[in-house]
Protein backbone atom coordinates (compact mmCIF):
# COMPACT_ATOMS: atom_id res chain seq x y z
CA UNK A 1 0.00 0.00 0.00
CA UNK A 2 1.47 3.39 -0.98
CA UNK A 3 0.99 6.41 1.25
CA UNK A 4 -0.91 8.29 -0.36
CA UNK A 5 -3.78 5.00 -0.19
CA UNK A 6 -2.27 4.62 3.66
CA UNK A 7 -2.75 7.99 4.78
CA UNK A 8 -6.10 8.76 2.96
CA UNK A 9 -4.01 11.85 1.02
CA UNK A 10 -6.87 14.13 -0.79
CA UNK A 11 -6.51 13.07 -4.31
CA UNK A 12 -7.75 16.76 -5.18
CA UNK A 13 -3.97 17.73 -4.44
CA UNK A 14 -2.18 16.13 -6.52
CA UNK A 15 -1.07 18.69 -9.17
CA UNK A 16 3.21 19.14 -10.07
CA UNK A 17 4.15 21.98 -7.98
CA UNK A 18 7.84 23.64 -7.24
CA UNK A 19 9.70 22.45 -4.15
CA UNK A 20 11.52 24.92 -1.76
CA UNK A 21 12.85 24.65 1.81
CA UNK A 22 12.44 27.50 3.85
CA UNK A 23 15.90 27.83 6.27
CA UNK A 24 15.88 29.38 9.63
CA UNK A 25 19.33 29.91 11.34
CA UNK A 26 21.06 32.58 12.93
CA UNK A 27 22.88 34.81 10.85
CA UNK A 28 26.67 33.70 11.85
CA UNK A 29 25.18 29.94 11.25
CA UNK A 30 24.76 30.90 7.54
CA UNK A 31 27.70 33.14 6.71
CA UNK A 32 29.70 29.93 7.72
CA UNK A 33 28.00 27.40 6.46
CA UNK A 34 25.58 28.26 3.20
CA UNK A 35 27.86 26.31 0.68
CA UNK A 36 28.13 23.30 2.74
CA UNK A 37 24.76 23.34 3.40
CA UNK A 38 23.56 24.53 -0.06
CA UNK A 39 25.89 21.29 -1.43
CA UNK A 40 23.75 19.12 1.37
CA UNK A 41 20.63 19.53 -0.14
CA UNK A 42 21.64 19.19 -3.66
CA UNK A 43 23.07 16.38 -3.17
CA UNK A 44 19.62 14.49 -1.20
CA UNK A 45 17.01 17.00 -3.30
CA UNK A 46 18.13 18.08 -6.66
CA UNK A 47 19.77 21.04 -7.99
CA UNK A 48 18.90 24.24 -6.58
CA UNK A 49 17.16 27.59 -9.12
CA UNK A 50 17.23 30.22 -7.08
CA UNK A 51 17.96 31.30 -3.40
CA UNK A 52 15.85 33.94 -1.92
CA UNK A 53 17.85 36.05 0.93
CA UNK A 54 16.82 37.63 3.82
CA UNK A 55 14.19 39.87 3.97
CA UNK A 56 15.06 42.95 6.36
CA UNK A 57 12.84 43.52 9.18
CA UNK A 58 11.65 39.64 9.92
CA UNK A 59 11.38 39.16 14.13
CA UNK A 60 11.39 35.27 14.70
CA UNK A 61 8.74 33.77 17.38
CA UNK A 62 10.10 33.27 20.72
CA UNK A 63 9.77 29.62 20.47
CA UNK A 64 12.86 29.80 17.82
CA UNK A 65 14.31 32.15 19.79
CA UNK A 66 14.31 30.26 22.96
CA UNK A 67 15.93 27.02 21.06
CA UNK A 68 18.26 28.60 18.55
CA UNK A 69 19.37 32.26 19.95
CA UNK A 70 18.88 35.44 18.70
CA UNK A 71 19.81 37.06 15.33
CA UNK A 72 17.63 34.47 13.51
CA UNK A 73 16.71 35.01 9.82
CA UNK A 74 15.75 33.22 6.74
CA UNK A 75 16.79 32.30 3.38
CA UNK A 76 14.54 30.39 0.91
CA UNK A 77 16.03 28.01 -1.50
CA UNK A 78 13.95 26.93 -4.50
CA UNK A 79 14.76 23.70 -6.28
CA UNK A 80 14.95 23.24 -10.20
CA UNK A 81 11.74 21.60 -11.90
CA UNK A 82 8.56 20.61 -10.84
CA UNK A 83 7.67 17.51 -8.23
CA UNK A 84 4.55 15.48 -7.33
CA UNK A 85 2.64 15.97 -4.18
CA UNK A 86 3.80 12.69 -2.69
CA UNK A 87 7.31 13.69 -2.89
CA UNK A 88 6.96 15.94 0.01
CA UNK A 89 7.28 13.34 3.00
CA UNK A 90 10.58 12.11 1.22
CA UNK A 91 12.12 15.55 1.04
CA UNK A 92 10.83 16.45 4.59
CA UNK A 93 12.66 13.63 6.08
CA UNK A 94 15.75 14.33 4.04
CA UNK A 95 15.59 17.62 5.67
CA UNK A 96 15.17 16.45 8.76
CA UNK A 97 18.64 14.45 8.53
CA UNK A 98 20.42 17.24 7.67
CA UNK A 99 18.95 19.20 10.08
CA UNK A 100 20.41 16.15 12.75
CA UNK A 101 24.19 16.46 11.30
CA UNK A 102 24.18 20.08 12.22
CA UNK A 103 22.92 19.86 15.38
CA UNK A 104 25.48 19.25 18.02
CA UNK A 105 23.40 19.38 20.88
CA UNK A 106 19.65 19.70 21.38
CA UNK A 107 19.30 23.07 19.75
CA UNK A 108 18.90 23.20 16.36
CA UNK A 109 22.00 25.11 13.94
CA UNK A 110 19.35 25.49 10.92
CA UNK A 111 15.67 24.89 11.01
CA UNK A 112 14.43 23.44 7.37
CA UNK A 113 11.07 23.67 6.39
CA UNK A 114 10.66 21.90 2.97
CA UNK A 115 6.87 22.96 1.32
CA UNK A 116 5.46 23.31 -2.53
CA UNK A 117 3.95 25.57 -4.23
CA UNK A 118 1.43 24.91 -7.03
CA UNK A 119 -2.12 26.10 -8.58
CA UNK A 120 -3.95 25.17 -5.48
CA UNK A 121 -2.24 26.13 -2.60
CA UNK A 122 1.23 26.64 -0.70
CA UNK A 123 2.06 23.75 1.97
CA UNK A 124 4.50 22.74 4.44
CA UNK A 125 5.66 19.57 5.64
CA UNK A 126 6.64 19.49 9.86
CA UNK A 127 7.23 16.30 11.78
CA UNK A 128 4.62 17.72 14.43
CA UNK A 129 1.60 17.22 14.70
CA UNK A 130 -1.01 20.06 14.87
CA UNK A 131 -5.06 19.68 14.31
CA UNK A 132 -4.79 21.63 10.87
CA UNK A 133 -2.18 19.27 9.49
CA UNK A 134 -2.90 16.17 7.73
CA UNK A 135 -0.36 13.25 7.98
CA UNK A 136 1.21 12.06 4.53
CA UNK A 137 3.32 9.73 5.85
CA UNK A 138 5.17 8.40 9.20
CA UNK A 139 6.08 11.03 11.24
CA UNK A 140 5.33 13.60 8.58
CA UNK A 141 2.22 15.79 8.39
CA UNK A 142 1.63 18.71 5.71
CA UNK A 143 -0.14 21.88 6.44
CA UNK A 144 -1.58 24.20 3.87
CA UNK A 145 -0.56 27.69 4.30
CA UNK A 146 -2.17 29.58 1.41
CA UNK A 147 -4.97 29.10 -0.88
CA UNK A 148 -5.09 29.46 -4.93
CA UNK A 149 -8.60 32.01 -4.14
CA UNK A 150 -9.72 34.23 -7.21
CA UNK A 151 -6.90 33.70 -9.17
CA UNK A 152 -4.17 34.96 -6.61
CA UNK A 153 -2.57 32.65 -3.99
CA UNK A 154 -3.58 34.37 -0.87
CA UNK A 155 -1.74 34.05 2.73
CA UNK A 156 -4.28 32.87 5.67
CA UNK A 157 -4.56 34.18 9.47
CA UNK A 158 -1.72 31.90 10.31
CA UNK A 159 0.49 31.50 7.46
CA UNK A 160 4.31 31.85 8.51
CA UNK A 161 5.41 35.77 7.99
CA UNK A 162 8.40 34.52 6.28
CA UNK A 163 6.58 33.66 3.35
CA UNK A 164 4.68 36.83 2.62
CA UNK A 165 7.15 39.35 3.61
CA UNK A 166 8.84 42.00 1.77
CA UNK A 167 8.81 40.21 -1.77
CA UNK A 168 8.26 37.02 -1.02
CA UNK A 169 4.67 36.29 -1.43
CA UNK A 170 5.18 37.46 -4.76
CA UNK A 171 7.76 35.01 -5.73
CA UNK A 172 5.88 32.56 -4.48
CA UNK A 173 2.62 33.40 -6.93
CA UNK A 174 4.81 33.74 -9.47
CA UNK A 175 6.25 29.97 -8.91
CA UNK A 176 2.56 28.86 -8.76
CA UNK A 177 2.35 30.79 -12.49
CA UNK A 178 5.08 28.78 -13.88
CA UNK A 179 2.66 25.23 -13.71
CA UNK A 180 -0.42 26.35 -15.74
CA UNK A 181 -3.53 28.02 -15.14
CA UNK A 182 -6.70 26.91 -13.16
CA UNK A 183 -8.86 26.35 -16.27
CA UNK A 184 -6.19 24.89 -17.49
CA UNK A 185 -5.92 22.31 -15.00
CA UNK A 186 -9.75 21.65 -14.95
CA UNK A 187 -9.68 21.19 -18.45
CA UNK A 188 -6.74 18.26 -18.05
CA UNK A 189 -8.79 16.91 -14.88
CA UNK A 190 -12.10 17.30 -16.42
CA UNK A 191 -13.51 18.26 -13.31
CA UNK A 192 -15.81 21.32 -11.81
CA UNK A 193 -13.90 24.09 -9.57
CA UNK A 194 -15.62 22.73 -6.75
CA UNK A 195 -14.43 18.96 -7.09
CA UNK A 196 -10.73 20.54 -7.24
CA UNK A 197 -11.49 21.96 -3.78
CA UNK A 198 -9.64 25.37 -5.45
CA UNK A 199 -12.87 27.74 -4.41
CA UNK A 200 -13.68 26.00 -0.81
CA UNK A 201 -10.77 27.76 1.01
CA UNK A 202 -12.74 30.96 -0.25
CA UNK A 203 -16.39 29.96 1.13
CA UNK A 204 -14.17 29.13 4.77
CA UNK A 205 -12.83 32.81 4.94
CA UNK A 206 -16.40 34.13 3.74
CA UNK A 207 -17.91 32.42 7.29
CA UNK A 208 -15.71 33.61 9.30
Known sequence: MNNRAKWNVNENFDTPGKVFVGCLARLAAFQAHTAELIASLENAIGPIDDIWQPEVGWIAPNSYAI???ESLTTII???DGFRQQDSLAWIKQRTLEIEDSYTPCR??????????VDQVSMRLASHKWSPRRRQIDEGIWVEDQMYWIRNRLMPLSYTFQEYVMGTRLKRLRRLAGRIYSPVEYMKKKRVTKWETGRHQPAKILRAK
Not at 107 to 116: Q, V, Y
Open 77 to 79: LVF
Open 107 to 116: SRTFNLNPGI
Open 67 to 69: EMG
